[in-house]
């Protein structure tokens, strides 16, 4: 069995070309149903899984208190794991047919008000870091990019004079963002006074690096995100994330039409980025009930 899931974490890589943290959560879920499989089910092939295997993992799942979002993306996984069944080793039916997804519960993005923004961006630039920081954060929410597309970008990604940044999104795919005047100063200063004091002698592509001079990780900028935030008295739960829904609700709040704000964002399905026009209407509300003397 093992052979037959390094077999599809291949296929995964090579043919689906999934990106390290996408890889990593199918790794996860394969590996976690594997093992119940063969722990409590006593199954040593694959061709012994039917439908009532897969409806015992999930409700295994269940009674260990995971989320309905953790079990649908667990049945995702499997799904695709059995369609590679099918397709790739001739077996003559798919396991994981005809059983459905809990519906996972609609929670709404957390997102930082333009005030709390401006906060978060009035960084002292004092020394090569902190330059770093500013010009990471301006990037962060003039273009809404994903905390890992950001640590991955290269100093040969940025097209300052035109305005936009180059990027690879999931499954690698390319897009093209607009940078704001002001991210532009901030990287620019980065650039021409800090980076070359981290990288030293260093030679490396990467535009953000830390202390070292070495490719900045995501868990380093969330630490220094998270400091920033207390440092600067916000009290919310912040995570790189916030910044990116922070960007798209924005943007709506302002007259964006929601295909520009799908394309800048990446999502392969517009149904996705439709979750921020329910924000921006939240947000209406909170600030009608707020304000209006007879709400």
């Given at each position: 069995?093992?052979?037959?899931?390094?077999?599809?974490?291949?296929y995964l890589?090579?043919?689906?070309g999934?990106?390290?943290n996408?890889?990593?959560?199918?790794?996860?879920?394969i590996?976690q149903?594997?093992?119940f499989?063969?722990?409590?089910c006593?199954?040593?092939?694959?061709?012994?899984?039917?439908?009532s295997?897969?409806?015992?993992?999930?409700?295994n799942?269940?009674d260990?208190?995971?989320?309905?979002?953790?079990?649908?993306r667990a049945?995702?996984?499997?799904?695709l794991?059995?369609?590679f069944?099918?397709r790739?080793?001739?077996?003559?039916?798919?396991?994981?047919?005809?059983?459905?997804?809990?519906?996972?519960?609609?929670?709404?993005?957390?997102?930082?008000?333009?005030?709390e923004i401006?906060?978060?961006?009035?960084i002292s630039?004092?020394?090569?870091?902190?330059?770093?920081?500013?010009a990471m954060?301006e990037m962060?929410y003039?273009?809404?990019?994903r905390?890992?597309?950001?640590?991955h970008?290269?100093?040969?990604?940025l097209?300052?004079?035109?305005?936009f940044v180059?990027?690879?999104?999931k499954?690698?795919?390319?897009?093209?963002v607009p940078?704001?005047d002001?991210a532009?100063?901030a990287?620019?200063?980065?650039l021409?006074d800090s980076?070359?004091?981290?990288?030293?002698?260093?030679?490396?592509?990467?535009l953000?690096?830390?202390?070292h001079?070495?490719?900045l990780?995501?868990q380093?900028?969330w630490k220094?995100?998270k400091?920033?935030?207390r440092?600067?008295?916000?009290?919310?739960?912040i995570?790189?994330?916030?910044?990116?829904?922070?960007?798209?609700?924005h943007l709506?709040e302002n007259?964006?039409?929601l295909?520009?704000?799908?394309?800048?964002?990446?999502?392969?399905?517009?149904s996705?980025t439709?979750?921020?026009?329910?924000?921006?209407?939240?947000?209406?509300?909170d600030?009608y009930?707020?304000y209006?003397p007879?709400?």
């Amino acid at each position: 069995m093992k052979d037959t899931v390094d077999d599809f974490f291949h296929y995964l890589q090579i043919e689906r070309g999934l990106s390290i943290n996408t890889l990593q959560s199918y790794r996860r879920d394969i590996k976690q149903y594997c093992s119940f499989l063969e722990t409590d089910c006593q199954i040593t092939d694959w061709k012994q899984v039917d439908r009532s295997h897969i409806l015992k993992y999930l409700y295994n799942l269940k009674d260990h208190d995971r989320s309905q979002a953790t079990i649908a993306r667990a049945l995702s996984s499997i799904r695709l794991f059995h369609q590679f069944l099918v397709r790739e080793y001739q077996f003559v039916t798919d396991a994981s047919l005809h059983i459905e997804s809990p519906k996972k519960a609609r929670t709404l993005p957390k997102v930082l008000s333009t005030k709390e923004i401006d906060t978060l961006l009035m960084i002292s630039t004092t020394d090569p870091l902190t330059t770093r920081n500013k010009a990471m954060l301006e990037m962060l929410y003039a273009t809404g990019l994903r905390v890992s597309e950001l640590t991955h970008l290269k100093v040969t990604d940025l097209h300052l004079m035109m305005g936009f940044v180059r990027c690879l999104g999931k499954g690698g795919k390319e897009r093209i963002v607009p940078l704001g005047d002001i991210a532009k100063d901030a990287i620019e200063i980065y650039l021409t006074d800090s980076r070359n004091q981290l990288v030293k002698n260093k030679s490396t592509e990467q535009l953000f690096v830390n202390h070292h001079g070495n490719a900045l990780s995501r868990q380093g900028f969330w630490k220094i995100l998270k400091g920033i935030a207390r440092d600067v008295g916000i009290k919310k739960e912040i995570t790189p994330h916030t910044l990116r829904h922070s960007f798209a609700t924005h943007l709506l709040e302002n007259g964006a039409d929601l295909r520009s704000v799908q394309e800048m964002l990446g999502h392969a399905d517009i149904s996705t980025t439709q979750i921020y026009t329910h924000v921006s209407k939240a947000r209406l509300k909170d600030v009608y009930t707020s304000y209006h003397p007879r709400a």
